[in-house]
């Protein structure tokens, strides 16, 4: 099993681009979740998904998106990249019936410039 | 809202020196709780969880913690640390009867002096 494959692990984007991040997982774990990293304050949470076509709202939504098409995807879309969304990315999942711990995938770093 | 507080920024202890970091969270409902510690350069790996039973956890490599549901806590403790130890460490909770959004506090740096 892959576990949990984030792409790319680092890109620089231009301040108005827009850019997809990956997520997959491959151990049909229901919940899904995107957090950002930032020195000094830890992980935010993004979005949420607890499964195939339910998305939430985390902490830090604000210029993101996300879809939840299937159990395995989880992509993180950012329309117009702003430097304040300069951080490092983690999509993490979550199996409650295991009571699992978090699973992460292994982060990307983006910088806007 | 609920969220998660750690109360200790930034902590330095001698080697062998007794360790307490601080979590509280603001959620009146079922938890379920975590440690998370971060070694440089490297990803978030699991200390220890609670989700039910005996409120004293123990987990890997010396840690255990405590949940008082009455403070709504879960402080992480290590009664001698090590150079090693030297890392961030997350606590985070998963409010289970609600829609599972997870969220951590915004850690503890935690220097070891040998």
């Known amino acids: 099993n892959a576990g949990v494959t984030q792409t790319p692990k680092f890109r620089i984007l231009k301040i108005g681009q827009s850019m997809t991040l990956q997520c997959t997982q491959d151990?049909?774990?229901?919940?899904m979740y995107w957090y950002r990293q930032d020195p000094g304050m830890g992980l935010k949470l993004i979005y949420y998904?607890?499964?195939?076509?339910?998305?939430d709202k985390g902490e830090v939504p604000n210029g993101y998106n996300v879809s939840r098409s299937t159990t395995e995807d989880f992509p993180l879309r950012l329309e117009l990249a702003a430097p304040s969304q300069t951080s490092v990315y983690f999509c993490?999942?979550?199996?409650?019936?295991?009571?699992?711990?978090?699973?992460f995938g292994n982060g990307t770093r983006l910088t806007v410039t | 809202a609920q969220s998660v507080s750690q109360h200790n920024h930034h902590v330095i202890l001698s080697e062998a020196a007794s360790l307490e970091l601080g979590c509280n969270y603001s959620y009146g409902g079922t938890v379920n709780l975590f440690w998370y510690v971060q070694y440089p350069g490297q990803h978030l790996q699991l200390l220890l969880k609670?989700?039910?039973?005996?409120?004293l956890v123990k987990g890997i490599k010396g840690f255990e913690a405590e949940f008082i549901k009455s403070k709504f806590s879960f402080n992480l403790r290590k009664p001698s640390v090590q150079w090693s130890d030297t890392a961030e460490y997350f606590c985070a909770v998963i409010i289970s009867s609600n829609t599972g959004k997870l969220i951590f506090g915004q850690g503890t740096t935690l220097q070891v002096k040998p």
């Open positions: 993490a999942t979550y199996r409650v019936e295991d009571n699992s711990p978090l699973h």
């Open positions: 998904s607890v499964g195939a076509g339910i998305t």
């Open positions: 151990m049909n774990h229901n919940y």
């Open positions: 609670y989700f039910s039973g005996d409120p």
